[in-house]
């Protein structure tokens, strides 16, 4: 299983960004999709999640509003679109992917992504 994490960079406060994670080797349609953020010193924190059929997302309080996690099942591909950004959102980015569990902590998750790095400058 690989997941390739995408599309990180560097933005100004207030903009945006798009993520994009691509799964190989997965029953991507089955699985339980999620991204977790980890800044430096910090531990790595739940973002947002998203189960197999789309329905049901969880996002973590200081995204809500202006983070969007979704999916590509055709293309194996899940997305973070994040707009207003804001310097406190600055880490680097995991997507991550399980089957058969739903949860934002990050024992709930099987497979994980290399990171993609999110500066946002003030």
């Known amino acids: 299983v690989q997941l390739q994490a995408s599309g990180g960079g560097l933005v100004q406060a207030g903009g945006s960004l798009r993520l994009s994670c691509a799964a190989s080797?997965?029953?991507?349609?089955?699985?339980?999709i999620g991204w977790f953020c980890q800044a430096p010193g910090k531990e790595r924190e739940f973002v947002a999640g998203?189960?197999?059929?789309?329905?049901?997302?969880d996002y973590a309080d200081s995204v809500k509003g202006r983070f969007a996690i979704t999916r590509s099942d055709g293309k194996n591909t899940m997305y973070l679109q994040m707009d207003s950004l804001k310097p406190e959102d600055t880490a680097v980015y995991f997507c991550a992917a399980a089957q058969w569990s739903w949860g934002a902590r990050s024992t709930s998750y099987k497979y994980w992504g290399q990171g993609t790095q999110v500066t946002v400058s003030s």
């Open positions: 080797g997965l029953a991507f349609s089955i699985s339980t």
């Open positions: 998203l189960s197999p059929s789309g329905g049901i997302t």
